[in-house]
């Protein structure tokens, strides 16, 4: 089983600033990597696929990168929407998994 | 307008059994893979079953291999997940996701509470 590891797992930052989350696999899973937000007491939704493509209708603040074990996601100026937990999965191979997730909090 | 509405969820005591439904909408239910994923109260995403979808490959975590079946109906445009020997463990909120053109999913349920207790 791929494990994923994302850091940090709570990230405090102001309205407008830049927030960068990233993702490691433990074995590659070459650009097989999707994002998701969830707000509380929502279902998540798709941000990112293919560890650069963003899902249809979301903000170009939005961007991934990275392949193999390292990917990131990058807000570059927070909106107070954009406040959530975000969650990397790999679907590179069976079974699927998902990142413990970093939370983006308010600073 | 895609839509996924799950059922079935409840209180089941430890060992018993339970089946969830996703009834799909909006789209053309046999040309798309699904999954059900599931998570427990305050804890992150896990998937747990996948389906293929034609309905002939399935695929499943460790953690339910043997005890759950996930199946599909396209002339209902129904996702089933079958669920016995229930743990206390199992307690979750469980989500249909409707699979893009890889397995990552761009469509999501409310999800359906699972609550395995004595």
């Known amino acids: 089983e791929i494990v994923m590891t994302q850091s940090p797992a709570t990230l405090s930052v102001s309205p407008g600033e830049r927030a960068t989350l990233s993702c490691r696999a433990s074995q590659s899973v070459s650009s097989n990597l999707a994002w998701y937000q969830q707000k509380p007491g929502q279902a998540p939704s798709l941000l990112i696929y293919g560890a650069s493509t963003r899902a249809t209708g979301i903000p170009a603040r939005f961007s991934g990168s990275g392949s193999g074990t390292e990917f990131t996601l990058t807000i570059s100026s927070l909106q107070s929407e954009d406040f959530a937990v975000y969650y990397c999965q790999q679907y590179y191979n069976w079974p699927q998994t998902f990142g413990q997730g970093t939370k983006v909090e308010i600073k | ?118």
Do not use: H
């Open chain 2, 1 to 118: 307008e895609v839509q996924l509405l799950e059922s079935g969820g409840g209180l089941v005591q430890p060992g018993g059994s339970l089946r969830l439904s996703c009834a799909a909408s909006g789209f053309t239910f046999s040309s798309y893979a699904m999954s059900w994923v599931r998570q427990a109260p305050g804890k992150g995403l896990e998937w747990v079953s996948g389906i293929s979808a034609s309905g002939g490959s399935t695929y499943y975590a460790d953690s339910v291999k043997g005890r759950f079946t996930i199946s599909r109906d396209s002339s209902k445009n129904t996702l089933y997940l079958q669920m016995s020997s229930l743990r206390d463990e199992d307690t979750a909120v469980y989500y249909c996701a409707k699979a893009a053109s890889r397995y990552y999913y761009d469509s999501w349920g409310q999800g359906t509470l699972v609550t395995v207790s004595s």
